[in-house]
């Protein structure tokens, strides 16, 4: 009985049908030497150098805060109950009080998902309402807007941005609070592009007009480089500011990373650095980190059971003498 192998590979000397059927040459029509054939040319030969995309901008430093415990860092008492009432549509109940920073608040979220669409809400018991809605036109066009409507005079804010992914380069285009009439608002634009399989380079650019009248530019340059285990994340922003980071995948289970904040200008020198690891366990999530400040933190998440977790939040700050503790319990239905 003939495998499948032989069947896929005629013996040599017999004669196929696929061989008379050339593979097709890719290679762009029209002179080289015209410059406008040159952006053909040079798609060319960009596209044959194999390049992967190297991420968003704003996911430069993503992997290395997913090991900080700053966005999961919470105190007082907080309860959570998510409920599933379609595959497409959840509703989630946030109750949380005795917080030092926050008073007891009620919040109540919603989304709804498809494969091309997301949209989500949030409203507390203050009627503060945040949404964010984002539409994926192809595979490689994305647009968000994400708007914030509050009862304080100056905190409302509308933000719409683009997402443009190439297959080695990546373009985001931001606009904060537009006024097409004046033009005033906070405006971004970013590009990522891969040099190599492992080094990305990029830039962005920020023009604020809080009035017709004033107007203030930055531009920031940025670099990474990616290994097999590792990522190392370098920006340099106007006014001295760099931001560095590295992050470490130890194995499945363990990730660590270190991110350093440095402020050079004139007689000015200011530096932070952060160090922060993730730990998986079998049942249990764990995120620690320290920094030069002396503030140590860490958030436990321990599962229960299936739909069940429970959690434990501490923050403690030894140069200001502050601590701060947290429980909660999130319920998924």
């Known amino acids: 009985m003939a495998t499948a192998q032989n069947i896929a590979a005629p013996p040599p000397g017999l004669y196929s049908p696929l061989s ?72 989630q109940h946030q109750f949380s009080l005795g917080s030092q920073v926050m008073p007891p608040m009620y919040n109540f979220m919603s989304g709804y998902m498809t494969e091309r669409t997301m949209a989500q809400g949030t409203m507390d018991n203050d009627t503060n309402l945040n949404a964010v809605v984002r539409h994926m036109w192809s595979m490689n066009s994305l647009t968000k807007v994400v708007a914030q409507l509050t009862h304080m005079p100056g905190h409302s804010m509308l933000q719409v941005e683009h997402d443009y992914t190439g297959s080695d380069f990546s373009i985001n285009l931001k606009a904060m609070n537009p006024n097409p009439m004046e033009f005033t608002g906070l405006y971004v634009a970013s590009y990522l592009q891969s040099i190599t399989p492992k080094l990305a380079l990029g830039t962005e650019v920020v023009l604020q007009r809080p009035t017709p009248d004033m107007e203030e530019t930055a531009m920031s340059l940025v670099g990474k480089y990616s290994g097999k285990d590792f990522i190392a994340t370098a920006q340099f922003q106007g006014l001295g500011a760099i931001q560095a980071s590295y992050y470490q995948r130890i194995n499945e289970k363990v990730d660590f990373g270190v991110e350093i904040n440095a402020l050079v200008q004139g007689q000015r020198r200011e530096a932070v650095a952060t160090v922060g690891g993730k730990f998986d366990f079998r049942q249990a999530t764990f995120r620690g980190q320290i920094d030069t400040t002396g503030r140590v933190s860490a958030v436990l998440e321990e599962k229960m059971a299936p739909g069940f977790s429970f959690l434990i939040s501490g923050d403690l700050d030894h140069m200001k003498g502050q601590s701060k503790f947290g429980v909660g319990i999130m319920l998924s239905a």
């Open 20 to 91: 008379s059927f050339p593979a097709k040459d890719q290679t762009p029509t029209g002179s080289a030497y015209n410059p406008l054939h040159w952006p053909r040319w040079f798609s060319y030969h960009k596209s044959r150098l194999g390049l992967p995309n190297p991420g968003k901008f704003e996911r430069l430093h993503g992997e290395v805060k997913e090991t900080f415990v700053t966005n999961f860092l919470f105190d007082g008492a907080q309860a959570n109950i998510i409920k599933e009432l379609s595959p497409n549509f959840h509703v």
